[in-house]
């Protein structure tokens, strides 16, 4: 399991005295203001930043980070991904699970069947969509609801789904 999991990424800077637009990657971006610490990774290097301010502008999260108070400080910042510790993450309830965890998992079909492994999850609004990657049917869309999912070990790196009619492509 991943130590460190995404909650944005930054597309841009934020007027002139240090502010970065954050394009948020988690579920609840007011989880943003209880936030002390971030990890910015930009390609090159990981850096240790601390928050110093929050605010909200239309679906992006503006960021101020201690220290940093002018543009030329964080321009290089752009597109670098920001990260918690695993145990700075809100807490999951039942049946909800970090994309992290599930991204490379093995998926079973109910009857026994490798059918590939889950490469990304697309979040539609209504329910997420488990993108498979299968060497027997290519990429199959499964919706995350109970009567598709049956059993996910995170631990184990298996999830077992259940097929509604429609969801292979036609042999």
């Not at 601390?50 to 679906?59: D, R």
Request: charged fraction near 30%; glycine fraction near 10%.
């Amino acid at each position: 399991m991943e130590d460190y999991l995404k909650v944005g990424v930054i597309t841009s800077t934020h007027g002139l005295r240090g502010e970065v637009k954050v394009f948020p990657t988690t579920d609840d971006p007011e989880r943003f203001r209880k936030l002390k610490k971030v990890y910015l990774r930009t390609g090159k290097e990981q850096l240790c930043l601390q928050v110093a301010g929050v605010k909200f502008f239309k679906n992006m999260v503006i960021l101020k980070f201690k220290g940093l108070e002018d543009i030329s400080q964080v321009e290089g910042f752009r597109q670098g991904e920001l990260y918690v510790e695993r145990k700075d993450a809100v807490p999951l309830g039942e049946n909800e699970y970090y994309i992290a965890d599930l991204l490379g998992m093995e998926v079973v079909l109910d009857t026994g069947e490798s059918l590939g492994r889950l490469k990304d999850v697309l979040s539609t609004g209504a329910n997420d969509v488990y993108i498979v990657d299968s060497e027997k049917y290519g990429e199959v869309l499964i919706p995350a609801i109970k009567q598709c999912i049956i059993k996910t070990d995170v631990p184990g790196g298996i999830m077992t789904v259940h097929l509604l009619p429609g969801l292979l492509p036609e042999s």
